[in-house]
């Protein structure tokens, strides 16, 4: 169900680029999650599907996803690539990479940011490893 789900980062690179070499700004560590949110990419052939009432978050439409979500306070549920009608119906398109192997353009419309209770935010790394488990 669930292909992976990570704490929402934010890198910070250095502006001291002189050797080409992009470098993480260890002042900015502090930054590298969001508290309270989770970036989760459900598989392909699981889609969910997302009810709100009165703009309110509901259910994923997935009874083990939404048994987790309900356990930690999820507060709303956002699709972050909405596929529209022409994309739905487009093929991927593929392409050779250096080393000959064969690249497909990923379907990212199956990713979501899932916000929750500010009181549970503490367990945000606990509801990722819940959701990993979905598998």
Known sequence: MVCAALPMAVMAQSTN???GVVKLDPRFRHNDARPGEVLVKFKDQNPVTIKKVKGRFQ???VRAVDRVLRQFGTVDM???FPADA???KR???RSRAFNGKEVVEQDLSHIYRIRIASQREDST???VQQLEALG
Request: aromatic share 0%; no cysteine.
């Open 86 to 88: 022409t994309s739905a």
């Open 17 to 19: 680029n002189d050797d």
């Open 78 to 80: 956002e699709q972050l």
């Open 125 to 127: 790394q606990l509801m």
């Open 59 to 61: 259910s994923a439409s």
């Open 91 to 93: 093929t991927m398109r």
